[in-house]
């Protein structure tokens, strides 16, 4: 994500604590939330991808998906 994005949830959050957000702003919030959380949700699923367990036997296995 763009430092730029970053640093306008910060100045939003900054100005919801001074007063209350107008409803374009709230919807700003709220679209800038939503793509922050989605990369890091990517960020995460790249670095469980990447991620194995060493059994105590010396054998390497990828993590596995949990089913839901």
Do not use: C, F
């Amino acid at each position: 994500m763009e430092n730029s994005k970053l640093q306008r949830i910060n100045e939003l959050a900054h100005i919801a604590k001074q007063r209350e957000l107008t409803a374009e702003e709230i919807a700003e919030r709220d679209i800038l939330r939503k793509e922050y959380i989605a990369e890091w949700r990517e960020g995460a699923r790249q670095v469980l991808d990447n991620t194995y367990i060493l059994t105590p036997d010396g054998k390497k296995h990828k993590l596995q998906r949990k089913d839901k």
